[in-house]
């Protein structure tokens, strides 16, 4: 019992301390990919940290949301960390105190309050990005929808220690058509959610351009640290579901021992890190999408998730 | 439910495999909007029926499906294209956008409604086929062959139509490999030139249309005066 609390705090503390260096690594490839050399994998960090021993200034005209969002924005990952499958392949304490929905509404919290304290300063650009993260947000929810419905009723369960259990179970149920188009359509998601290229381009710096950025640009000092680690965490959450409960359930530990548990770090961040190489690959070779054809995009990606589900609840 | 009454091979699902992919790029095949994607799509997914008629004859092994599989593999993703841009000019796959009669996302949503319809309609016949691969290729074979004939009417460029017709034909094919698999392979050889003069043909015909008047949007020939056109 001790160790399974224990292990579930372990994850949160790995969430934490690696979410900036997927961000530094993504950027640092992204840079070489482009031929320059960029700043170093370990960049976040020095940004978080610079921005914690600033000061911070708040607008007298904004409410009480502003101040609060950056905590709910840094919290909500950590309580989705304590129900996915970050390190271990069997359930941890937490595990059964909300399946995969609650922990996508969790995020959505964050997302929620985040789009609050955009529309909450007086600057211009923080509601309209506000606005266009609504846009791709609820264009996202019926890809979202269809994938959690069909991926628990195809392993009869919601909680994803057990999903993850069945695509590997006997290993032809990996090459299931219905597992693909699902592992498709959610990197589809993944890339609309975390504001990745063909939807949101990150390291744009043009206000009128900018989805996801120009939410945060009103913070400073440690309300943008931690809008901006949080940030990363989500990302790197939504990436631990991708690779844990859906695409690769292997390298994870077995049983409770520490030694299972430390060993299963390194070979979770050589996922990551091929996850990595695909994202860099993906944003290298499309370009950003006009706004109003994000709807195509995820409404591929939504006929991708009906297919799945067809395909698995018409097979006999 | 469905799966897991009993273990299925690997093989098995390597074809059902096949088969979603093989829906897939067909429905690439309706939401792109470049000549040259359309063809890309076109490519994969005459690549994936070759394979599915490879995995289906290596399970009972017959020789007979893996020469359809080989004689797919060579004709449709190697001799079509090649056909095509020597006798269509250059310049239908220089053109970026393809105009088209329904917007994207509402044709995606019709292409949805006919893949559901295609596998509504075939679940009566799949009840007497249990246990056999016909319960993956028939469906995605008559959706393919709906979403062909969809994309036909759709859309208004030449080479785009050409290619809804093939998917068309690579429809029925998938469908019928598991269905009738021990056709003649004389038929099948036959079958596949049929279809390269078939491309041949019509692409002789866009080249003229396209030297006569100057597009190959074959949607507008619909209108006899030039002034309303467009």
């Known amino acids: 019992m001790i160790a399974r609390i224990a292990f579930n705090f372990a994850q949160v503390v790995v969430v934490m301390l690696f979410a900036p260096l997927l961000a530094g690594t993504v950027n640092r490839l992204k840079e070489m990919v482009q031929s320059e050399r960029g700043p170093s994998v370990f960049q976040p960090y020095r940004d978080i940290w610079k921005l914690f021993h600033k000061d911070e200034i708040v607008s007298e005209q904004s409410s009480w949301i502003f101040r609060f969002t950056p905590f709910v924005v840094f919290v909500t990952p950590v309580f989705v960390t304590l129900l996915i499958p970050v390190l271990t392949s069997y359930p941890l304490f937490f595990a059964f105190m909300g399946d995969m929905l609650g922990g996508g509404f969790v995020l959505a919290l964050g997302g929620f309050f985040a789009t609050l304290a955009a529309v909450d300063t007086g600057n211009p650009y923080g509601p309209m990005g506000a606005s266009r993260t609504r846009l791709v947000g609820f264009l996202a929810e019926p890809v979202f929808m269809i994938v959690f419905f069909t991926v628990s009723f195809v392993a009869g369960s919601t909680i994803p220690y057990i999903v993850q259990q069945h695509w590997v179970s006997p290993i032809a149920n990996f ?24 939807v949101d381009n990150p390291s744009g710096h043009f206000e009128l351009a900018m989805i996801d950025e120009s939410k945060g640009l009103e913070y400073s000092g440690p309300g943008a640290a931690l809008m901006m680690w949080g940030g990363e965490m989500k990302f790197f959450v939504l990436i631990c579901i991708f690779l844990n409960v859906l695409v690769t359930p292997w390298g994870l530990a077995r049983d409770i021992s ?10 979770v961040l050589i996922k990551v890190l091929v996850f990595a190489l695909t994202l860099v690959a993906v944003e290298c070779s499309l370009a950003k999408l006009r706004l109003f054809r994000i709807g195509e995009f995820l409404g591929a990606a939504f006929v991708i998730s009906v297919v799945a589900m067809t395909t698995w609840v018409f097979a006999i | ?37 359309c063809m890309r799509f076109f490519i994969l997914q005459s690549v994936f029926l070759a394979s599915s008629a490879f995995l289906l004859g290596l399970q009972p092994l017959s020789w007979h499906l893996i020469a359809v599989a080989i004689i797919n593999l060579i004709n449709k993703p190697i ?14 796959y220089a053109r970026r956008e393809i105009t088209q009669v329904l917007n994207i996302p509402i044709s995606l949503l019709v292409a949805l409604g006919l893949t559901m319809g295609a596998y509504f309609f075939t679940s009566p016949l799949l009840r007497f086929a249990e246990g056999s691969s016909a319960v993956v290729n028939l469906p995605i074979g008559l959706a393919t062959l709906l979403l062909g004939a969809f994309t036909l009417t759709v859309r208004r ?29 004389f038929v099948e050889l036959v079958i596949a030139f049929d279809v390269l003069i078939a491309v041949f043909v019509i692409g002789v015909l866009t080249r003229a249309i396209h030297e006569h008047i100057g597009t190959t949007d074959v949607g507008s020939l619909a209108v006899l005066k030039e002034e309303s056109s467009r």
């Not at chain 1, 090459?175 to 063909?198: D, K, N, Q, S, Y």
């Open chain 2, 1 to 37: 439910m469905p799966h897991g009454t009993q273990p299925d091979s690997i093989v098995v699902q390597l074809n059902a495999l096949a088969g979603g992919l093989f829906l897939l790029s067909t429905f690439g095949m309706v939401a792109t909007r470049q000549v040259q994607g």
């Open chain 2, 157 to 185: 460029e030449a080479v785009p139509q050409l290619l809804g017709l093939l998917s068309m034909e690579n429809g029925a094919f998938f469908a019928s490999i598991a269905i009738a698999p021990e056709l003649h392979l």
């Open chain 1, 258 to 267: 520490v030694h299972e548990l430390v060993l299963a770090i390194p070979l």
């Open chain 2, 79 to 92: 001799l079509i294209p090649w056909l095509l841009k020597r006798t269509v000019s250059g310049e239908v």
């Open chain 1, 175 to 198: 090459f299931e058509p219905t597992h693909v188009l699902v592992m498709l359509a959610f990197f589809m998601l993944i890339l609309a959610e975390g504001g990745r290229i063909p």
